[in-house]
């Protein structure tokens, strides 16, 4: 069965909702996107998602004609009428400069934005968690605004087809010897019995999933330092992990072919975990998956 998506203003089967060639999105990737964990049929961290979008739509100057309310009022009605009430779903958003024939400034005023959001089932990484993942890493190739979530992502495309290519799960990207943050993940290490991460930057987008772990890590009283550890740190990693809102904590169990640690999800990595899990299910009270 076609899942329904909403595309400018009317919910559609996904086979029926069409765009235009012209479409600034297709162009230029002129567009930002969110994707929102749903648990049970509620948006996890929807105030920090929105905040999120709000600052991007701001920093590339788009103005779509739906509100913030109205995206989250949207995002429940996708899962409502795809039926993703129970269980584990995410809502993916989109919105662009429009469609407009092409020219690299802006198109004309009054030009709508494409505003997209489908939602979806997915199934929970486990089976990697209790192992770890394997990962390589990968010069930092991309722009000087990755703190914007644009749908323009071939630095990411290119690291994750690398990841793929060897066998792994993620790339790391390394900018000037430090590892900045995963292809669509953020990544943290343990050195020390500290936490380590690069800092909130124009360098890395700041992941929602991020932002609840130092929280939650300050809370159980793990030492944070927001600094990023680099290539040559890799020997003396504890433990390291990647954060991301489909994979949650997951634990990395080696790094261009060489163990971090004994090799093993390591105990910050899964108390983390234990209280991220908390957080998504207990918040709203479902059972522990
Ligand atoms: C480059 C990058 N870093 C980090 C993340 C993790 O962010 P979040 O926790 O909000 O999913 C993503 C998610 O897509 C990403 O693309």
Redesign the pocket.
Known sequence: MSSVVYLNGEYLPRSEAKLSVDERGFFFGDGVYE?TRAVDGHLFESGR?MR?LARGLKELRLTPSVSLEEIEAISLELLRRNDITSGEGTVYLQITRGAAPRTHHFPPAGTPCTVFLSAGRFTLPTDKRATGVAVVTYPDIRWSR?DI?TVN?LG?VMAKQYATDHGAFESLFVKESAVT??????VFGVIDGELRTYPSSNL???????DVVLELAREIGVPVNETPFHIHHIPDLQESFL?????DVMPIASIDGKAVGDGKPGKVTMALYDALAARLYVAVGAGRR
């Open positions: 994707v998602h999120r990755c979530k992502l990411a943050e995963g292809s669509h993940t953020n890395i987008l700041p992941g929602i999933t991020r954060t991301g809102t489909t994979t």
